[in-house]
Structures are given as structure tokens and as C-alpha cells.
């Protein structure tokens, strides 16, 4: 099923219909997410509620819908996407980094609502990691700046300390992990796949 998170119906439908064919929820990976970059004096006003619509109320409507069988069943697993961004500061990307900081602290107050229904609520912050977004911010930026898409690309990836960008399988892995009982008494928590990037 195709759902823009950005409208609420919508995301009701995808949830009521997982119920209709599965009679259940266990594991809800909030994923989807857009980055806008550039300076903030001429932060274009819709690419702004872009990054709102999708990030933070995509990521509300998600959970919204769900929450209410999650706390019928007492289980299960709400996994967020944030990242770097909503730890540390990154050039041009104010916009971006005041949505992911706000999916930081929804998914925190979310963990308090859900823990006395035995539901565990956690995120997950990527660094760089190679797919289309990155591609396209690191060619934005290059524009930009008027330098070559690989130097930047060189740039993004001094930031983690292992000096490289990570696979989207590399944070797949951790993701499964919040999904499942090995993370059984992990809730409230934010897991950095970020090659060292933050703790620099
Ligand atoms: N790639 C990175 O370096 C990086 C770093 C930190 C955090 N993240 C986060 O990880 C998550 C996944 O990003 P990615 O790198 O795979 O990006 P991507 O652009 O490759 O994939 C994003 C997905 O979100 C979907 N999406 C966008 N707007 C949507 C909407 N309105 N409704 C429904 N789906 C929509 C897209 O269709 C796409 O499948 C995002 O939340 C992103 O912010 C990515």
C-alpha cells in the first residue's frame, strides 16, 4: 500500500488494514523522512513544511494510529528514525536537525507513555549512511557550493571516525535489534549507528 505520511487518512487506513489482515502489530518502524538543506535567511517556507509535515507529524500520524492496538495488545516495539542531526549541528541543515531533534524528544515521551503497557518506544540515529537521501544532499550541497559531488562525498565521510559511510544494512541491523527481545529492556533509548560521528 502507498501512503503519504503527510495525511493522516491515509496513514489510518495502512494501519487499520495491517489489523484487518494480521490482527496485530509487533514491530512499527517509523522510516520515512525527507531532508531539505540551506541556509536558514533564504530557507525556502515550503520545503520548511515539508520537513515538518514529513518528519515530525509523518512521525506522529505513524504512531497515532497504532498506539491504540499496541496498548490493547501489551507488546510490542515502536522504532523512530532521527539522527546525527538531532544531536550535533551540521552546516545548512538547521531546518533539518530541528525535526529530527524533535523526533528525538516524541519518541522519549512516548517511551513514558507506552512502558506501563509493556510497549517499548526507541530511536535510532544514522549517521551518513548511502542512500538516495545522502546522494541527493551531497549533490545539493556541491551545487551549492560549487565543488564536485566527490568532495564533498570525501567530507561526509571524515565526520564518522571510521571514515566511510555506512550500508543501510549496517543500520538495518540495529533497527532489528530494537525490534526484537534481544533489546528487551531497552525503552526510551536512542541508538547511535553513526561510525563515531558524535562522539568526537
Ligand atoms: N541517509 C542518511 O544518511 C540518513 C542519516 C540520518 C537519518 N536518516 C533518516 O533515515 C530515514 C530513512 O532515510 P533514507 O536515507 O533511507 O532516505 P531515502 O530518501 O532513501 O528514503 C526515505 C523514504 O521515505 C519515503 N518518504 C518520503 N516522504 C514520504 C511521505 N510523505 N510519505 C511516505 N513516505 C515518504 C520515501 O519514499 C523513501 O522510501 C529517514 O527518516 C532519514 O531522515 C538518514
Known sequence: MNVDVRNPEEVKKMIDYTIEKHGRIDILIVNAGVVRVGPVETFPEE?????????????????????????????????????????????????????????????????????????RVNSVSPGATDTPMLQSDVAKQARDRGISYEDVKKEFEQEGIMGRWATSEEIASGILFLATEESSYITGADLRIDGGWTTQ
Open 47 to 119: 520545503d520548511y513544511d515539508l520537513l515538518i509535515d514529513v518528519n515530525l507529524k509523518g512521525t506522529h500520524y505513524t504512531c497515532k494510529y497504532a498506539v491504540p492496538y499496541f496498548k490493547k495488545q501489551k507488546s510490542g516495539s515502536i522504532i523512530t528514525l532521527a539522527s546525527v542531526a538531532a544531536h550535533i549541528g551540521q552546516v545548512a541543515h538547521a531546518n533539518y536537525c530541528s525535526t529530527k531533534a524533535g523526533v528525538l524528544g516524541y519518541t522519549r515521551a512516548l517511551a513514558l507513555d507506552l512502558a506501563p503497557y509493556n510497549v
